[in-house]
């Protein structure tokens, strides 16, 4: 109730700076509208947004799923295969150099305009931080419980699943969490490159059009995502793994 109450007080005071701005500066509407602008443009656009929305909310889920499920697997295979991380190591770290925009086109051009590109962004904006978080958790296991699991003569299969892969999860939980928070990112940059549908679409043709009030209800539907998918995975992290320090997640005061 607490985070409800203090997040509920930050949006009021963002809100209300937001309508000061407006009011003293008295901007043209078509430039920034005021909030209330926007929550008519939800409701009056509400069909509308809800059609792309779902159509958006579709790639990034997706987007997410296949981003952490490959990310995961690669990070197995660096850590149980040395040869494998002497190869793909660097090229995952050189990839990393290639600005995730620029090949939105070239995935658009592979894959079409449909869903299909944009899901193939998500999971590329996902992937890297998946990868190197459940790759530095495997990495940093304490070598004496792998001490303990050889000596006991556990084969390096078992020692894996068994004691490194658990404990790296709480590394993996946070590498989930930021893939969680930036998945929209990814859905969105492909819609703009090319797409029929999404909310990247809708504000491209909203900014040709001047308006601006359902850009940025297009824009508020998009925080809304982002919180929302943090929140879930956060809490559902929180349940699976509650040995995990409460300061790895949101809102959480430190412990002193």
């Not at 407006?22 to 209330?36: E, H, M, S």
């Not at 040869?83 to 793909?88: D, G, I, K, N, V």
């Not at 068994?162 to 709480?170: H, I, K, M, T, Y």
């Not at 999404?198 to 850009?215: C, E, F, I, S």
């Amino acid at each position: 109730m607490i985070r409800i109450i203090r997040g509920a007080v930050t949006a009021a005071v963002l809100l209300a700076l937001w309508q000061g701005v407006v009011w003293l500066t008295d901007v043209p509407r078509f430039i920034l509208p005021g909030p209330g602008r926007v929550a008519e443009a939800l409701w009056t656009q509400a069909p509308l947004l809800a059609h792309h929305a779902l159509w958006t909310l579709a790639e990034i889920v997706a987007g997410l799923g296949l981003g952490v499920a490959l990310g995961g697997a690669s990070a197995l295979l660096l850590s149980g295969f040395r040869p494998a991380r002497r190869w793909l190591l660097p090229l995952l770290v050189v990839s990393q150099a290639i600005p995730v925009f620029a090949l939105a086109p070239l995935l658009v051009l592979w894959l079409g305009y449909g869903m299909a590109s944009k899901i193939a962004m998500a999971t590329l904006i996902i992937y890297f931080p998946v990868t190197t978080a459940l790759f530095d958790g495997l990495r940093r296991t304490d070598p004496g419980w792998v001490d303990l699991a050889r000596t006991m003569g556990a084969a390096p299969a078992a020692v894996l699943w068994r004691v490194r892969l658990p404990a790296a999860l709480p590394a993996l939980a946070s590498g989930v969490r930021v893939a969680a928070a930036v998945a929209p990112i990814g859905a969105v940059i492909g819609e703009w490159v090319g797409s029929s549908a999404g909310l990247g679409y809708l504000m491209l043709h909203a900014n040709a059009r001047m308006q601006t009030d359902v850009m940025f209800a297009a824009l508020t539907i998009l925080a809304v995502f982002a919180i929302a998918l943090y929140a879930g995975v956060d809490a559902l992290l929180r349940r699976a793994l509650p040995w995990q320090p409460d300061e790895a997640t949101l809102n959480e005061e430190p412990t002193r």
